[in-house]
């Protein structure tokens, strides 16, 4: 059972910045896909970034190429997402996942991740 641990996420006003840490416990694969998924009041839930953590392949949504970047550090079982010029449509319930292989033109399909954090929100004020 691999458990998720979300942290870094808070308030912050339009244009600033926050990093989030995605670290996990457990049995992990050699190698596996992490993601990163949003959902704001009232919308579906979108993936956001993902990467893998043997090659350190990314993906992004359109929404947020450019402003958002995603890392690893494998020695720490952590996934980051660094947000700058962050906007009000970016608040959300910010949640990691991963599963051990997700093609990657299915990279933002909830349905194929198993295991969940429990999520950590990001307030953006205009």
């Known amino acids: 059972q691999v458990q998720l641990v979300e942290s870094g996420g808070g308030s912050v006003q339009a244009g600033g910045s926050l990093r989030l840490s995605c670290q996990a416990f457990?049995?992990?694969?050699?190698?596996?896909?992490v993601v990163w998924f949003r959902q704001a009041p009232g919308k579906e839930r979108e993936g956001v970034a993902s990467?893998?953590?043997?090659?350190?392949?990314?993906y992004y949504a359109d929404s947020v190429k450019g402003r958002f970047t995603i890392s690893k550090d494998n020695t720490k079982s952590t996934v980051y997402l660094q947000m700058d010029s962050l906007k009000p449509e970016d608040s959300a319930m910010y949640y990691c996942?991963?599963?051990?292989?997700?093609?990657?033109?299915?990279?933002?399909?909830?349905?194929?991740?198993?295991?969940w954090g429990q999520g950590t929100q990001v307030t953006v004020s205009s």
């Open positions: 990467i893998y953590t043997g090659s350190g392949t990314t």
């Open positions: 457990g049995w992990l694969p050699l190698q596996y896909c």
């Open positions: 996942a991963t599963a051990a292989f997700v093609p990657g033109d299915s990279w933002s399909h909830e349905g194929r991740y198993k295991n």
